[in-house]
């Protein structure tokens, strides 16, 4: 069967369109995803990202909307509501801000002016752009100061961050990031921003699913605001959520809606209901430890082979890799593993003398290979072929990277993704 039959309405009303999305499919399920922040969706997932609730305008929450017809959409936003405070823990869930970004700049709104000090993990060091970074929004309206790594370890210096933390006393102080290999310690972040009388923020949209899973310890108890997409290893609808406690509620909800957004994306939000359903399953906590034991295998088959990894090795669910020493730059090696079928992302490194655009480095991770059921028996073979095509990118060795691309589409033929078609 063609992956078309799939959409028959998309085929029937723009082929052009139908024949994008099922290329798509096809390279999804014959390439190595290794991008850390990416994954495969369930079929019901994707089934209820795709319903008649995209329909309607419910501006408002549960209860208190401005548009009436609300019956069937408030069950929905209430059961995403109730699942997530179930699952995190918390007293409050914001299931709205329309994804990562948006829900970040909310919790701005809620609690700092513009002009006021924040402070986050500079982008270059494993932070967001939306931590404070110049570039975005949140480093021109807001006067960002930024903390990093110890170059010995590749890790966080507590004692550095609140140094910073009580010279420059930030409203809000960011912790998370999006190429961070070890745990965050959210207890320590907590003692700093207390001294500091800050309000702390755990980014967690990376390991929100090894939280779930019980594969990395929870922020909640410890941070006024739990931030998170939906779609990286919590395996949703791409999306986010903000968690607080009680007194926060009021706050964040007033700044996603009205401050921010109008109407929520009822379909998101459906499917958003359905990811933390099946996160709250025993299979998902077996997923989150998986995708840690896949990447720690995954880190020591690299080192065997002579590669340099940021901070030696990972405790989740991301590996950065310098390529300084194989003499390849970040950018070169990613293109040259997209012609042999793993995708990763160029990325720089801490301390990177390269440019952003044209780093050293480049992050993997192994939410995705998970989901599709590879275990930590196929991480040297993975790591091989990372190794072959990294000495091809250098060698410009052509039928080298179609070797490997070859024997990646055998092996993920035997390992079929969730929500796509056999
Ligand atoms: C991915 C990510 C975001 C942003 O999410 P988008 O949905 O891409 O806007 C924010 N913070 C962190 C730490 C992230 O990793």
């Keep these: 069967m063609s992956a078309n039959h799939r959409h028959p309405a998309l085929l029937a009303t723009d082929p052009e369109l139908a024949s994008f999305v099922a290329a798509e ?8 995803r290794l991008i850390p922040s990416e994954n495969y969706v369930s079929a019901a997932v994707l089934e209820a990202s795709g319903t008649v609730l995209q329909n309607k305008y419910s501006e408002g929450y549960p209860g208190r909307r401005y548009y009436e017809g609300q019956q069937n959409i408030d069950r929905v936003e209430a059961l995403a509501v109730e699942r997530a405070k179930g699952l995190f823990g918390v007293d409050h869930a914001n299931v709205q801000p329309y994804s990562g970004s948006p829900a970040n700049l909310a919790v701005y709104l809620a609690f700092a002016k513009p002009g006021d000090t924040v402070m986050g993990m500079a982008l270059p060091m494993g932070g967001h752009l939306t931590h404070g970074w110049g570039v975005s929004a949140t480093g021109s309206w807001f006067r960002g100061v930024q ?55 755990a980014d967690v949209a990376h390991i929100a699913g090894l939280i779930a899973g019980g594969a990395h310890p929870s922020p909640v108890g410890h941070v006024d605001v739990v931030s998170t997409t939906t779609h990286k290893t919590l395996r949703g609808p791409r999306g986010a959520m903000l968690m607080c406690r009680e007194e926060h509620a009021k706050a964040i909800d007033k700044a996603v ?15 958003i209901a359905v990811a933390l359903h099946e996160a709250a399953q025993p299979a998902f906590t077996a997923y989150a430890h998986a995708v840690v034991a896949n990447a720690k295998a995954l880190a020591a088959a690299l080192l065997e082979r002579g590669f340099d990894l940021v901070s030696g090795g990972t405790d989740n669910h991301l590996i950065l890799m310098d390529l300084t020493s194989r003499g390849v730059a970040g950018k070169v090696a990613a293109k040259a593993l997209d012609r042999a079928g793993i995708v990763v992302n160029y990325n720089t ?29 196929h991480m040297p073979v993975v790591a091989d072929w990372i190794s072959r095509a990294v000495d091809a990118a250098a060698k410009g060795d052509e039928p080298a990277l179609a070797a490997v691309r070859r024997e990646v589409a055998d092996l993920m033929a035997a390992f079929p993704a969730p929500g796509l078609p056999l």
């Excluded at 499919?25 to 190595?32: F, I, K, N, V």
């Excluded at 140094?163 to 972040?189: H, M, N, Q, S, V």
């Design 257 to 271: 809606f009205p401050g921010l957004q109008g109407g929520p994306h009822n379909q998101t939000t459906a499917g």
């Design 147 to 201: 903390y990093g790594v110890r170059p010995e370890d590749g890790r966080i210096d507590y004692d550095a961050v609140r140094a910073l933390a009580l010279a420059e006393r930030p409203k809000i102080i960011f912790c998370g990031g999006t190429a961070l290999p070890r745990t965050i310690d959210f207890a320590a972040f907590a003692s700093i921003a207390e001294e500091a009388g800050s309000v702390l923020v």
């Design 25 to 32: 499919e096809s390279l999804q399920a014959e390439t190595l």
């Design 349 to 377: 490194v801490p301390f990177d003398p390269r440019k952003p655009f044209d780093p050293s480095g480049i992050r993997i991770g192994t939410p995705s290979l998970t989901s599709r059921g590879l275990t930590a028996e």
